[in-house]
């Protein structure tokens, strides 16, 4: 098993150049953490595909990302994994409070993405948990405080912003923004401005889209820091 330190030094070697990628196709090949490989392998993810072969390593060596690609092509874990290990390589636990929210355009999607998380995090320690409303606020706002790596759909996430004390966001480690042509596409822009305004600026930040729109490219300069651009095509 390895430790951080190698796990370390391993991510600082890694190649992430489209041509050191061409010999990374399994998850295992990866400096990822037992936890993360053994919970990988209980659901049976092998190997890894298109878009998780390009952003893991790049997420891994905690640059920003700007990554389109189509819908199907394993974005969830090209964003789970790399989360999962930020925390793990920071030993996060529940006194740390919030270290990583994903925000989801629909209910059903951040349901989605939960139910991914569930899997490729059963090895580890983490709490997370689901703002996504359509129940009362006091019924998310309970767990609220002792969580580590929350999914959530923007409008609820900025009402617990404003509204739950026990929700701390100073410490956040890693923000994902999903399907973000989506989020926008809703009329969530007001908000996602709000929310990145209340979050801490230096962070990690993952925002995937299946297209690259104008509004794509001005919230990606608003909530990135020089991000590698990672786009994945359908091959002919
Ligand atoms: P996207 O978000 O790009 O639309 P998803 O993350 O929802 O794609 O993944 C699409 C499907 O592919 C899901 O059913 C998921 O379980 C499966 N999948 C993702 N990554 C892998 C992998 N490495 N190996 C096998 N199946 C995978
Ligand atoms: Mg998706």
Known sequence: EQTRETIRARIAELETSPAGLAGLSDFDTLPLSAPTLNSLRAADYATMTEIQRA?????????????????????TLAFLVPLLEKLWREKWSAMDGLGALVISPTRELAVQIF???????????????????????????ERLGTMNIVVATPGRLLQHIDQTPDFNVDNLQML?????????????????????????KKRQTLLFSATQTKSVRDLAR????????????EKA
Not at 178 to 194: N, P, Q, S, V, Y
Not at 225 to 233: F, G, K, L, R
């Open 55 to 75: 952003a893991i390593p790049v997420a891994l060596k905690g640059r920003d990302i700007l990554g389109a690609a189509k819908t199907g092509s394993g974005k």
């Open 115 to 141: 139910n991914v998380l569930c899997k490729a995090g059963r090895e580890h320690d983490f709490s997370a948990g689901l703002l996504i409303g359509g129940k009362d606020l006091r019924h998310e706002q």
């Open 222 to 233: 608003m909530g990135l820091t020089d991000p590698e651009y990672i786009a994945v095509h």
């Open 176 to 200: 994902v923004l999903d399907e973000a042509d989506r989020i926008l596409d809703a009329g969530f822009a007001k908000t996602l401005a709000a929310i990145l305004k209340a979050l801490p």
